[in-house]
Structures are given as C-alpha cells and as structure tokens.
C-alpha cells in the first residue's frame, strides 16, 4: 500500500492551494486499490477540511505514517519529516540563498526530493505549473486598473468570485474602448491572457496591422521570441541558441511603445536577457503604455519599472514617468505597474483542480508504479544523496554559495 499524505501548507503567509483536490483523490482512491490518501488538516486551504472528509479521504494532523508528502511551496525546514518522499516547489536550483538550509535538510534527513519545477518533457517543456492561470488573474488585473485609471469600465476583483466559471460571467457586456494591447511571450502565462482577451472579445491582429493602423474596435497581439527578439549581427532568431545566449540579442518592443495601451507581460527572464524597453523610453513623448501588467514580474526585470510586489488586495502602484519613482495609481504623469507574486491564489480552487489534472496525468502513475525519465530528471536529492544531474548544487548544499534576487513566483 502506498500511502500518499497532502501537507497543509507551512509558509508563511500561507499558500491556499493545495496539490490534489478532493474530486481528484476520491478518482485516485478509487481506481488504484493499492493507495492510500491522508489530508493534513488546514484552515487556509482553498478546499476545507470537511470536502475531503465527504470525497471519503481522512484528515488528520499526523502524516508521518505516510511515504510520499506532497505540498506546493517550501516546506519549513522544522516541519520536514525523516527519510520521506517529498514533492513541492523548493526553489533551490537556481541556490536560491534563501532556499539553502532547506537543502541541507533534506540531505541530512536522507529524504528523496521531487521538483515540480524540474518536471519537464525531453525538450525542455515544464510539464507542471500554475502559469496559466497567473495570466488569467494578472490579465484581467491589468483591464480592471485601465477601467478604473480611465473611468472607461468597472471589473470586479477576482478574488470574490467563487472560480473561474463565475469570474466568466463578469465579462458579459463588458465594453472595452478602442485600445491596443500588446500581449508578450508563448507559455502557460501567455495562454491565460488570451484567454481573458478572447472572453472579453478583444480581436487579435497581425502585429503589421497592430503597428501601421487604429481600429474601431480593441485589439490585441501576441509578441512571441521570434517576434520580440533577434540576433545582434544578423538579425535572425533561433529559439534554442536564444536560450543559450540572450546576451547576444537585442529586443524589439521598442517598436510597439508608442502603439500601445496596455502591456501584458508572461515573457521568460533572468538578468542576461534584454529588457522590453528602456527607462528613458518611458520618459519620450510617444510612450503611450498607460498601465503594465507584469505577470512575469521580476523586480526591475524585463520590465523595468517594475519597482517590486504589491499584494493581491492592492495589486495596482504608478510609476512617475520622468523620477520612476513610485506613486499612488491612477495618476496622469505615471504608468500603472500590476505586479503581485503569487497570481494564481486569486483563483485557488481552479488552479488547484488544473494543477492536479497535469499531476495526475503525467506524474501520479510514475510515482506509483517506479522510475520514469521524467521524475529522474526532477530528483534533486534521492535518500539524502544530490543526484548526478544536480551534482552542480554540491557547494551550495554544503552551505558554500547562494544566489540572492530570482523570482519565486508560481
Ligand atoms: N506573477 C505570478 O503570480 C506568476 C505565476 C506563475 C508564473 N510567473 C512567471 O511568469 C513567467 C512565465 O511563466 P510560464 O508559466 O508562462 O512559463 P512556461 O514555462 O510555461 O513558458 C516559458 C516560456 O518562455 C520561453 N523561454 C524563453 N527563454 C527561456 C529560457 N531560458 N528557459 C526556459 N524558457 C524560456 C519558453 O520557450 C516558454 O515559451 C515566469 O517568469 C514565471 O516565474 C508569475
């Protein structure tokens, strides 16, 4: 028998979702004989206690009698039990500083250490995420500030719909201006803002007709890597060498400031890749971006005026437009910056549901029945040892090195 537990999330503050929600471990019970599930008891879940005692899963506070524990975020390092299986987000490939101790925690207490964030297909594809679901919160953030800076419509926050289904209904007969959108990068993200812009009927265009004309309706364009970057020297774009040496490109959003109204921002970023425009952009005359949201949100990232979070209950600052320094929203020297870190927790239970789809789908069956590719490649730590793909976090393990000001965003 195996036996599976669901940790109650101990971050603080502490996360709403959850791995598996009741539906999907009552579906789990029921079609494999060998597995058991336990329910940490939690106030702050998304789904309550009592909806998985009526799926018929058992809530308890104890969990070390289970084998496989899975959370979302980080484990606090005095919660972590001895010799079990573990799978959440650790965020420590990268030797996020911050993250150190939890890895060496793991080893000593000889767990085995499974990274949702290393699950990927043999290309390089995440498998596993909440990134869609960021983009839908995040681009319907990002309409709400404009309503509300230009007075042109009302959207109700989406933490106050029950889920996705009733956050729908707010879109009927909502009238959007003639605005222009630019929409930026490919991923989970960038599908959950095209989602919201085809919800809202906002037409996509060719990013040739986004840039030479107006409409009498809103728009917008999806700017993917081979649209917004290219090659110093000879202006092309390959995907894999992009990835490689970001360095080496330049990017072309440039182009699309003065076209724009709204920027919705789900490119990939680290420090080496360039940013989508400059401060001094911000400051000429044709910047016409009145409001940014940036769901990919690194603190001066590729957005640079991205100035650092704001919480899920005052999403929204202004950035001054000539001192970039920060404002209250809505003001008419500043842009409006939406930059919240943790998204997907405004619409927990869908996310929850959609996270658990992709868990059992490609993950659950691995676990359960031995090795696959894909949980090898996501192993860290297995009984106490780094395995060799991660052999390169060896000093940060032994306390020597860690990497401060990477994103945990998820
Ligand atoms: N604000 C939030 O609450 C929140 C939530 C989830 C994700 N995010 C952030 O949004 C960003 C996009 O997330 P996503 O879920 O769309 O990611 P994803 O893995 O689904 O997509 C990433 C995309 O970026 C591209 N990419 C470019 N350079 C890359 C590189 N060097 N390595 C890997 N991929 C590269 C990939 O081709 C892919 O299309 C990330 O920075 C993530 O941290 C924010």
Redesign the pocket.
Known sequence: MIKIGLLKEGKIPPDNRVALIPSQCKWLVKNNSDIQIKVQSSENRCFSDEEYRRAGIEVIDDLSDCSILLGIKEVPVSQLLKHKTYLFFSHTRKKQVYNQRLLQTIIENKCTLIDYECMEHED???II???????I??AHNGMMAYGQRTGSFKLERVYKQKDFKELIHCYFGLKVPNIKIAVT????????ILEVMNLMGIIEVEKEEYLSRDFAYPVYVQL??SDLYAHKENGSYS?ED???H?ENYVCLFQNYVSQTDILMN?????VN?PRLFSLQAVSASDFRIQVIA?????SNGSVPINLGDQTIENPVYGVDRHSFIKTPPFQPGSVDVI???????ELPRDASKYFGEQLIKFVLDDLFTGQSDILERATIVKQGHLTPRFEYLRDYAEGKTGVTGI????
Not at 294 to 298: F, L, Q, V
Request: no cysteine; glycine share 22%.
């Open positions: 390089g594809q995440r995420g909440f990134g869609f679901f960021a983009g919160v995040g990068g490919s991923g989970r993200v960038a599908h959950g993917k890597g995907r992009f990835h490689e970001p789900g490119v990939y970023w680290d890749v940036d769901i990919t949100d690194d930059a919240v870190g943790n998204l997907p927790n994103n945990n965003n998820l």
